[in-house]
């Protein structure tokens, strides 16, 4: 749902606002090339962006007040997740002034690329608040009509913050000493990332994904048998330590945990090792039909930066007949999941927002079970479509890019793209499965160098709702192979891209779109930075 702009007079207040704070301007030292990365002085920039977290504030404040007014278990989830979220938007916006301020030191959520950074930041706080809306729907109109015009107001804010970063320039990776020589984007080959993991894993972190688990030094073990320091997942997250700079291993051994799992968003750099992605498996059930909001049906939801998981299961069990029901909802900058299982029926995976990485991962599901307004990559995973309800459609993907700048959209390389076991038994084309339909107006999603199985409709692409999206998307397919791949049959959309440039296509891999050698060599996930193996 669009929300509508602020009005004259909040327009008006904010102008003057910002005049008023022109006269003294703020001077950096490297404002020579902050300047470049805007499309305003860095001093408008910067004070905008004072401004945005002052309003989001005063939003947060409001809302909060009726997180406890109202005896609706219905409403008072929606509300609590508009005031997460929200904080999740002042989060990104506190970012982006500090890197504005010191742009070579700071969290581990820098890539050094400060087009980029920025861009992540903005993009992913644009959508907070539709997220909010959404969790609305179906409450009470009074609290909507509140809360709304408020959400509306810093949407409108955080866009024209976005507008103000450029995107008709080459990418700087910044050093401690200013920009890296000729202003390349990458700094390793455009194959296989350090070790066949990508730059932004470190050294530790690549040592740990690839170490067998018997091997592991780790921090806290979780075990169903009480062998370990706990015997349940959410305690040794809520023991972990606020803030870490280090990586915090949380091993979690065999077994079936039946809980509900939320890693804060104060929870940094938290690493989960299991036994092996059907041995170690945390399952839930909550879905919408039950009165929580979608974003609040997650088994397993991340918001702290630069999270880490591998061998593990996330899985939610409520089945086709409950319709939403998240497995595992990602907020977390630079995040990975490596040889994980994300299995579920409708919304299986939420990649809600900022930069995240999946590799050798299965996701199951059948309605728009890989959704989301992140900017994600998925390489070498196995993507499954199940069973749905009778007269069903099965989309894979549908997502939710708002704003044509926004950074972010789903794209899949060197994946297999299949029928599920009870799909297959029931015949691959007794439920009809679409590739992905446009959830918002500038959906954007990429298949490139990957199996497509006969399982998807020759149309490849299904309609939201009549035209809508159909000219503003962008839909693409490079270099794909198998039954279920001819582009004869295709959508004629205009957002319809049948790829035929390399040049085009390596603008979705993992070093361009997330700039996956800034960061993944840390975490030592394998990967390939662009289009070969």
């Not at 499309?39 to 404040?61: E, Y």
């Not at 644009?126 to 959400?151: A, P, R």
């Not at 915090?248 to 036994?275: A, H, R, S, T």
Request: contains cysteine; proline residues 3%.
């Amino acid at each position: 749902m669009l929300m509508a702009p602020p009005g004259p007079s909040v327009r008006f207040f904010l102008v003057l606002l910002l005049l008023s704070s022109l006269s003294s301007p703020v001077v950096f030292a490297d404002d020579y090339l902050y300047e470049e990365c805007l499309t305003v002085p860095s001093s408008v920039f910067i004070t905008s962006v004072k401004s945005a977290i002052d309003v989001v504030s005063n939003v947060v404040s409001l809302v909060s007040k009726l997180t406890n007014e109202f005896n609706d278990f219905r409403l008072s989830t929606a509300i609590n997740d508009c005031v997460d979220l929200l904080g999740f938007t002042v989060d990104e916006l506190t970012w982006t002034l500090s890197t504005s301020h010191n742009p070579s030191s700071g969290k581990d959520n820098r890539t050094g690329n400060r087009v980029s950074d920025l861009s992540s930041w903005l993009s992913a706080a644009v959508g907070n608040q539709d997220t909010c809306m959404e969790g609305l729907e179906g409450t009470s109109s009074f609290v909507k009509s509140i809360v709304g015009g408020s959400l509306g107001q810093v949407t409108s804010l955080v866009a024209d913050l976005l507008a103000m970063v450029r995107t008709d320039i080459p990418t700087v990776r910044m050093t401690s000493s200013g920009p890296t020589a000729g202003r390349k984007l990458l700094d390793v080959p455009a194959g296989e990332g350090y070790n066949g993991f990508p730059g932004w894993v470190n050294t530790g972190d690549r040592r740990l994904l690839q170490t067998e688990s018997q091997g592991l030094s780790v921090d806290v073990v979780v075990a169903a048998d009480g062998s370990g320091n706990y015997t349940r997942v959410m305690d040794a997250v809520e023991a972990a330590p606020n803030n870490s700079t280090k990586r915090y291993v949380i091993y979690v051994k065999k077994g079936v945990y039946k809980e509900v799992v939320e890693i804060k968003k104060k929870k940094w750099n938290l690493m989960f090792i299991g036994d092996g992605m059907d041995q170690t498996v945390i399952s839930g059930n909550r879905t919408k039909v039950d009165g929580w909001t979608t974003f609040h049906t997650a088994t397993f939801a991340v918001n702290g930066m630069g999270f880490i998981a591998r061998d593990i299961t996330f899985e939610n069990t409520a089945g086709p007949q409950n319709h939403q029901a998240v497995a595992l909802r990602v907020d977390s900058e630079m995040s990975v999941f490596f040889r994980c299982g994300i299995r579920g029926y409708q919304d299986t995976l939420y990649a809600h927002s900022l930069r995240q990485f999946y590799r050798e991962c299965l996701i199951t599901g059948t309605v728009d079970f890989i959704f989301g307004n992140g900017a994600v990559v998925f390489q070498n995973c196995q993507i499954l479509a199940k069973k749905g309800l009778p007269n069903q459609k099965n989309t894979i993907t549908a997502h939710g890019r708002k704003l044509s700048n926004q950074t972010t959209g789903f794209s899949f390389q060197f994946s297999n793209i299949s029928a599920d076991s009870d799909l297959l038994a029931a015949g691959p084309n007794s439920t009809q499965t679409y590739l992905g339909r446009p959830w918002q107006l500038y959906s954007r999603t990429i298949f490139m160098q990957s199996y497509i199985g006969s399982v998807i409709n020759p149309e490849g692409w299904l309609e939201w709702q009549g035209n809508f999206a159909l000219d503003s998307l962008f839909y693409g397919e490079y270099m794909n192979d198998g039954p279920g791949s001819a582009l004869g049959g295709r959508v004629n959309w205009t957002g319809f891209h049948a790829m035929n440039d390399s040049t085009q296509a390596s603008n979705f891999t993992v070093a361009h779109f997330i700039d996956g050698n800034f960061w993944l060599p840390s975490t030592g996930v394998k990967y390939t930075a662009g289009l070969t193996t």
